[in-house]
């Protein structure tokens, strides 16, 4: 498996809040640009997203690719795998928050295997790049400024 990025960010929300953005995986077109569309496929036994198809067209980037989930039952955290891709052999991810006096820390973790060669400095930069672009989507989101 590739090697991992992490990035984090403080967002002015409880973690439920964000917890609750995150997993309504259907609304993604509306907040996150690279995102088309999304469909779930299956749901667990609470009602969360398990697997999820994706498509995804970020200028030259274009993929379809389903990812299943892994909810934690403290709502602190989220992972995810990837079950089939077009242009990825494999993707892991994960979304953790941590509390903080009314403000809470979201650390991203992401790690890609595309299905054509890439040199690992541009391809963690691309990571970075998704993970800054990401992050600072789900802020707006939550906050409520886009």
Do not use: C
């Not at 403080?10 to 309504?24: F, G, L, R």
């Not at 039952?73 to 891709?85: A, E, F, I, N, T």
């Amino acid at each position: 498996m590739a090697e991992q990025s992490t990035q984090s960010i403080e967002v002015d929300a409880a973690p439920e809040e964000i917890m609750a953005v995150i997993a309504d995986l259907p609304a993604y077109p509306e907040w996150a640009k690279a995102v088309r569309q999304t469909e779930v496929l299956a749901v667990d036994d609470a009602g969360r997203a398990k697997q999820v198809r994706f498509t995804l067209d970020s200028g030259p980037v274009k993929d379809v690719y389903m990812l299943e989930y892994d909810w934690a039952d403290d709502g602190l955290s989220v992972s995810w795998h990837l079950v089939k891709g077009q242009m990825q052999k494999a993707q892991n991810g994960r979304y953790l928050l941590e509390p903080l006096n009314g403000r809470t820390k979201v650390t991203y973790t992401l790690a890609v295997e595309l299905a054509l060669p890439m040199i690992g400095m541009l391809r963690r930069k691309a990571e970075k790049m998704i993970m800054d672009t990401a992050l600072k989507e789900l802020k707006r989101r939550v906050e409520g400024k886009g």
